[in-house]
């Protein structure tokens, strides 16, 4: 069989002239040249961009080829820039306007007042959860998931040290959240009426319900008694033997005797 090579095909043409393999080797260097100097481009690229699995390259061609497209890049590991520091980083007090470095209503509530302004009896009060929830008909979602979250503290509960930890929130905030909720004071009032009286409905009911039930068992109670009363169902007179007029009679269903004088 005969092998057919490109070579064998393409040799047999004319050679070229000493002018033109020195243009073509030219040629040749340049290209590899190019190639380098693309390549080495590339990885100088590569190792700048690369995200994850996936390697962005340049293909010079004025926009960005993406080496593995069908890995997704992860994400980059991004360092979080810390927050910008803003002069003397100090805060204003809601109360009292002036700066002030950190308190305790800030670092444990978020709430921007200085310690000399702090007034825990009334105006920074706290609550438990439950009667935020109570009072101002909060849910446990909106305690707890509506943003911004509400900071609270954990105290051991003082009535019974096993019923578990109370969280306590600021009051104020507690208000705040409410009214986001409640729109306004006389919504959240109305609401509250409306539950009252629910409950109170809801209360009559039950008592209703009670007395009908309490009146059934004593009707059916009374019935049983009635029914229970036993009437002796009495056998036949049998005289006596030693004394003729003295006869005696057995209930035939519970063996009572009676005795009786019979003229
Ligand atoms: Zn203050
Ligand atoms: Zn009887």
């Known amino acids: ?86 002069a003397g980083d100090d805060s204003i007090c809601l109360e009292c306007d002036k700066p ?42 909106d305690i707890t998931k509506r943003e911004p979250i509400l900071k609270y503290v954990v105290r051991k509960n003082p009535h019974n040290r096993r019923w578990g930890d109370m969280k306590l929130y600021l009051r104020l905030q507690i208000e705040e959240r409410a009214l986001e909720v409640w729109k306004t004071p006389e919504a959240l009032e109305e609401e509250r009426d409306s539950r009252e009286q629910k409950r109170e409905i809801a209360k009559k009911k039950k008592f209703n319900k009670n007395m009908k039930k309490l009146r059934q068992e004593v009707r059916s109670s009374l019935f049983e008694v009635k029914s229970n009363v036993h009437t002796h169902v009495f056998g036949p007179e049998i005289q006596s033997e030693t004394d003729e007029d003295i006869y005696t009679k057995t209930c035939i269903e519970c063996d009572h005797q009676i005795t009786f004088e019979k003229m």
């Not at 995200?51 to 010079?60: A, H, L, N, P, Q």
């Open 100 to 141: 002030f470095q950190d308190s305790y209503l800030l670092t444990t509530y978020d709430h921007q007042v200085c310690d000399k302004c702090r007034d825990p009896e009334e105006k920074h009060s706290v609550i438990t959860k439950t009667e935020a929830r109570e009072t101002y008909l909060l849910s446990e979602v």
């Open 1 to 86: 069989t005969k092998v057919t090579n490109d070579e064998t095909v393409t040799k047999p043409k004319k050679e070229l002239t000493a002018t033109q393999k020195a243009r073509i080797e030219r040629n040749r260097q340049k290209a590899l040249l190019l190639r380098q100097s693309r390549l080495s481009q590339q990885q100088l690229l590569g190792t700048k961009t690369t995200t994850g699995c996936s390697r962005v390259i340049d293909t010079g061609g004025g926009f960005l080829l993406e080496e593995n497209p069908d890995v997704k890049p992860r994400k980059l590991n991004r360092v979080e820039e810390p927050a910008p520091v803003i």
